[in-house]
């Protein structure tokens, strides 16, 4: 990945003035917020796991003793590390040892393989990978493949390597961390986020979910993911003073006897779990009667199956519809109940600008579907090291393309129409579409691929891979490549399909979008 002069791409000098005028970006850092926060809340518990139960004072201090491992360690402000963690209350602690440190953290996922993990180093060239200690062989080839990256360092250890030290000033305008977008190009794309932009951010969602010192919460997805990071999640918890609950497992097994243990208020899960906690039978067998607030967000959460949630779980649904470049919209606790079952909420600020357009970047008229862009306080400009793709990925004015289709209710609420990117949303789960393509391509017999979302009940998409081969090659032998490459388990095709050729799609040079739509019409219709 080529050096660049500039890496990221600031907010323009009037919106940044902007935004502070109003209050918006405060020149709070990560690392004066839970000082603050340890000032305010002391031997509250901040955040539990199986193992541990920290008060905010002893998170606090375990993130100071980290952050002078960091320095001592050699580790700059502005270096990158990559963090692979699983959901344990180490994470908290390691994530705010980097912003103390200066170092920008990069979020990688725990079913994040050799691909991925090997991308996301090389791409933000980062000097450390921060992993537990399972993971240790994935570490030695990442090592092996990435020259960067000096130092492996196992979570549970950092707090005990030699001390370095002053901690340096921390610039709360500049990038604090890069989080993973859903992609939908070749090469994953990272997402720089400052200190002010995303700490408005987690204040407003706080405040709009009604967050108390009571508050409970339950990180039942990867912690890493923006959604429980930052909507309200574990940032948004500690702002008020609550209580992160570290889950292991989102299955009802691991999560229903912890909500009854903590008395969780409030936890947030993809569509497929909210339909998988209300079809457990588990469910009886469990005092879930602490539990407010179900978050549902990620993927599209139908009418049918919100309307669920309160009869079924006892508990109010909220919907977010949020994305790790910016924008997070909200269903409110006041919202009429046909809105927060009929829709995906309304976004967090009043200066978050929405536009809905055609495909020729003109607006549609209102109530119309169309592609969804936005702009505002916490909504990034470019992506991390990516002059080429920014300049597709965003308007000449600033708005960055969703890539999601909606329409707008007369309320300002969003409902989520579909999608206009080369993603397979699994779930949840995002994946695009030419990245799988490219790891089919390395295959000698595969001669052209196209990968496309099929519908599915439960999950809302899968994936289905479209092969042109040279020779016969069974679909357990080409999952098995991918699996052989490093892929995350969730990128693997759910189903191949071997044919003679692709559809033409009309006069002219075909697109791979076309082809992909023209393969995904065929399936439909051989359903
Ligand atoms: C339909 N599509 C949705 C929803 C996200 C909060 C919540 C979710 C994310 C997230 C997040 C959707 N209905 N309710 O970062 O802070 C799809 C859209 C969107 C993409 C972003 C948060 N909620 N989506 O899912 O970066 O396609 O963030 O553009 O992973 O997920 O994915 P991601």
Request: proline share 7%; glycine share 8%; hydrophobic share 45%.
């Amino acid at each position: 990945f080529p050096w660049v002069p500039f890496p990221w791409v600031p907010f323009p000098d009037e919106f940044a003035a902007r935004y502070r005028e109003l209050g918006y970006w405060t020149g709070e850092t990560f690392g004066d917020f839970l000082a603050a926060k340890a000032a305010a809340f002391g031997e509250r518990v901040a955040v539990v796991d199986s193992e541990v139960r920290w008060s905010y004072r002893e998170l606090d201090e375990r993130a100071t003793r980290i952050a002078a491992s960091f320095v001592g360690l050699g580790i700059a402000p502005g270096d990158r590390v990559v963090v692979h963690l699983p959901n344990v209350a180490e994470f908290v602690a390691v994530v705010f040892g980097l912003f103390r440190a200066g170092a920008l953290p990069v979020f990688a996922l725990p079913s994040h393989r050799f691909a991925e993990i090997s991308a996301f180093c090389s791409i933000s060239g980062a000097v450390g990978y921060v992993i537990a200690d399972s993971s240790r062989a994935l570490a030695d080839e990442v090592v092996a493949a990435v020259p960067s990256v000096r130092h492996v360092l196992i979570a549970a250890d950092l707090a005990e390597l030699p001390a370095g030290g002053p901690l340096p000033e921390v610039d709360a305008s500049a990038v604090a961390f890069l989080q993973l977008s859903g992609g939908s190009t070749g090469v994953p794309k990272l997402i720089p986020r400052t200190h002010d932009d995303y700490l408005y951010s987690v204040r407003e969602s706080a405040a709009i979910c009604g967050l108390t010192p009571e508050t409970v919460y339950l990180v039942a997805l990867p912690a890493a993911h923006n959604f429980p990071m930052s909507s309200p999640g574990i940032l948004g918890v500690l702002h008020a003073g609550g209580r992160v609950v570290m889950a292991s497992a989102p299955s009802p097994d691991v999560v229903f006897p912890l909500i009854e243990r903590e008395r969780v208020t409030l936890t947030g899960v993809v569509p497929p779990l909210a339909l998988q906690w209300m079809a457990s039978p588990a469910r009886a067998a469990h005092d879930l009667s602490s539990l407010k607030v179900l978050q549902v967000g990620g993927a599209k959460f139908v009418p049918e199956a919100a309307a669920r949630v309160r009869p079924e779980l006892g508990c109010e649904l909220q919907q977010v519809f949020g994305m790790a470049e910016g924008l997070v919209n909200y269903t409110r606790s006041d919202d009429p109940e046909d809105v927060v079952i009929g829709s995906q909420g309304r976004p967090i600020s009043p200066h978050d600008e929405i536009r809905v357009v055609a495909e020729d970047d003109v607006e549609v008229a209102p109530g119309e579907v169309g592609e969804l862009l936005t702009r505002g306080p916490y909504t990034i400009r470019g992506y991390y090291r990516a002059v080429e793709h920014n300049a597709v990925a965003f308007t000449a004015d600033g708005f960055y393309r969703t890539g999601d289709l909606v329409r707008v209710l007369p309320s300002g609420h969003l409902v989520v129409e579909g999608r206009a990117k080369d993603q397979i949303n699994r779930g949840g789960e995002k994946i695009a579409a030419e990245e799988i393509e490219n790891h089919l391509l390395a295959h000698p017999a595969v001669h052209d691929a196209a990968v496309v979302a099929i519908p599915d009940e439960f999950l809302g998409e899968r994936t289905c891979a479209f092969v042109i081969t040279t020779e016969p090659v069974a679909a357990p032998a080409l999952r098995a490549f991918l699996r052989n490459r490093g892929l995350a388990a969730y990128k693997i095709p759910d189903r191949v399909e071997t044919v003679e050729a692709f559809p033409h799609t009309g006069v002219g040079k075909t697109s791979r979008r076309d082809l992909r739509r023209a393969l995904a019409d065929t399936l439909r219709k051989a359903r």
